[in-house]
């Protein structure tokens, strides 16, 4: 629009012959006083250069693979996660076995302990008796 306003300004205050060298912008519908649309604007690109869009579009077999892919990448990652979660489970288990074993081991030790100290009390109050010589 800027670009607009400053060119009537120009065309205003340029005789014709700045007319002629401006009229390489818009051609005839610039010297006829008609203004162009702002979607007729010449690019300010360099020549050979286009804003149009030229980018290679993908098949239609890449978008569907591509779904493909972000599927499966769901399905791994809820296996993953579900796999995760035996695998602490399993963890927890294991823990309270070994928990459990070292609990049974060390009673049993305990016991035993006791035992043998009413044994040994039992053999210290007991009598000496000779041996057979020799």
């Known amino acids: ?11 205003r205050s340029q005789g014709p012959a700045e007319l002629v060298q401006m009229e ?16 007729e604007m010449p690019s300010m690109a ?18 569907k693979e591509e779904d493909k892919m972000d599927r ?8 993953i996660r579900r796999a995760d979660k035996r695998q602490k489970k399993m963890q927890a288990r294991f823990n ?19 035992l043998n100290k009413g044994d040994t ?4 109050q007991a009598p000496a008796i000779p041996g057979p010589p020799g």
């Open 1 to 11: 629009l800027v670009l607009i306003v400053c060119l009537a300004v120009l065309r």
């Open 24 to 39: 390489g912008l818009w051609g005839e519908a610039f010297q006829s006083g008609v203004m162009p649309p702002i979607t």
């Open 46 to 63: 360099p020549g050979g250069i286009s804003s149009e869009d030229k980018s290679p579009t993908m098949p239609s077999s890449f978008y």
């Open 72 to 79: 499966l990448y769901l399905k791994m990652k809820h296996t």
């Open 96 to 114: 309270a076995l070994g928990e459990f074993i070292s609990d049974s081991v060390s009673e049993i030790g305990t016991d035993v302990s006791k």
């Open 121 to 124: 009390l039992l053999i210290s």
